[in-house]
T-cell receptor
Framework: DGGITQSPKYLFRKEGQNVTLSCEQN?????MYWYRQDPGQGLRLIYY???????QKGDIAEGYSVSREKKESFPLTVTSAQKNPTAFYLC???????????????FGEGSRLTVL | DAKTTQPPSMDCAEGRAANLPCNHS???????VYWYRQIHSQGPQYIIH???NNETNEMASLIITEDRKSSTLILPHATLRDTAVYYC??????????????FGQGTRLTINP
């Protein structure tokens, strides 16, 4: 089945450690996104990528880094510079063209990061 | 992008129609209305979108007022599985590239047995 796979589902980290969250999609989508969600809040955009080897900062990029070396993969690294990293992280993907398939966002199941 | 206003929570009885309102009084002519929902601890799921005509699909109907300043998402026969947070989003259409949608706090819909 086509879809988006995020791993790990749950992750615990000590303060000062970097951690990388994986996101893989087999939907042949050009665009991929990372969102952060805090309890009871909406989603905030961290980074997005419209094409391989290119990515743009979202609204809350500080303390995060990404790479887009393959179309299928868009890993997110939460660095030690992120002051409050405990959150639910969601990866999404979409088409980018004007015509053809719908450009709705497809989301993964999320990764819950807890900093101890 | 235009700002949206939604009630923080709503209740609906199972089997009845759930009508979720959204105000977007500053919407401009090229902005679409999108609806997504998020079941607890899962990723959001696309429901429907529209520009000015009413839309219907297998999940829901979207009614947009003639002046486009508000819309209503209708779940015709709500089930317990429709309990979720529903997000109304307004976004410019007609361009290529990434869909940078802004998800506010949405409406928490509870379907009661």
């Amino acid at each position: 089945d086509g879809g988006i796979t995020q791993s790990p589902k749950y992750l615990f980290r000590k303060e000062g450690q970097n951690v990388t969250l994986s996101c893989e999609q087999n939907l042949n989508h050009d665009a991929m996104y990372w969102y952060r969600q805090d309890p009871g809040q909406g989603l905030r955009l961290i980074y997005y990528s419209q094409i391989v080897n290119d990515f743009q900062k979202g609204d809350i990029a500080e303390g995060y880094s990404v790479s887009r070396e393959k179309k299928e993969s868009f890993p997110l690294t939460v660095t030690s510079a992120q002051k409050n990293p405990t959150a639910f992280y969601l990866c999404a993907s979409s088409h980018t063209g004007l015509a053809g398939p719908s450009r709705e966002l497809f989301f993964g199941e999320g990764s819950r990061l807890t900093v101890l | 992008d235009a700002k949206t206003t939604q009630p923080p929570s709503m209740d609906c009885a199972e089997g009845r129609a759930a009508n979720l309102p959204c105000n977007h009084s500053t919407i401009s002519g090229n902005e679409y209305v999108y609806w997504y929902r998020q079941i607890h601890s899962q990723g959001p799921q696309y429901i429907i979108h529209g520009l000015k005509n009413n839309e219907t699909n297998e999940m829901a109907s979207l009614i947009i007022t003639e002046d486009r300043k508000s819309s209503t998402l209708i779940l015709p026969h709500a089930t317990l599985r429709d309990t979720a947070v529903y997000y109304c989003i307004v976004r410019v259409g007609g361009f290529q590239g990434a869909q940078k949608l802004v998800f506010g706090q949405g409406t928490r819909l509870t379907i009661n047995p």
